[in-house]
């Protein structure tokens, strides 16, 4: 029986609401369409947001691509002229070349295992 009367008052309150006035219902469209205007408003500004952010991030990596080979073209040469120069012929190379042939390639199958 008490859901019958609570049912009983929702079909009131409802029929009550649904014979609202005009004016009421105007009232009710305006407060929705404030409410659609802020939330236009903030789906705006995150949206411009992640554009700043997406650019925060692109624009570096741009001017990376762009200015980091000729920044480090002109690095290396200041290198070079820094460093020593190497000698083409190393201690490593000395030793092979006096190495007979032969002899050179017997070790190179005791290595390899043949």
Known sequence: MPEQKSSKKE???TNAQASASPR???????AIYEQNEKIKRRLTLMTIGS???LAIILIPIILGLIYLPRFLDDASQVYQLLRPPIQNDTGIQK???NIPEGQFQSIL????GQ
Request: charged share 30%; net charge neutral; hydrophobic share 40%.
């Open 11 to 13: 079909q009131k309150e």
């Open 24 to 30: 009421d219902t105007l009232s009710f469209l305006k």
């Open 51 to 53: 554009y700043i952010r």
């Open 109 to 112: 199958d005791l290595i390899s």
């Open 95 to 97: 030793i092979i070349s």
